[in-house]
């Protein structure tokens, strides 16, 4: 009888962002930061490394729960 165990298969978290680069690193001024800004978490978002809502649907395809950062300014 052999148990359902977890895939153990490494795969990338990033599918195609700025693969030409060794390590995709972003910096952002906090000056330029607006009232509220939310930033991918997902990797796939099209305007990475702001999140454009993408990870919804990659969420409903995967059952994964990912979900952006949200930084917003004190009042
Ligand atoms: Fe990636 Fe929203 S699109 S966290």
Redesign the pocket.
Known sequence: VQAFLPSKKKIPINPDIQKECEKVATAVDIEDLAEKSVF??????KKFPY?????NAHNKETGDN???LVIKRKS
């Open positions: 991918c978490r997902c990797w796939r978002s999140c454009d809502g993408t990870h990912v979900g952006p």
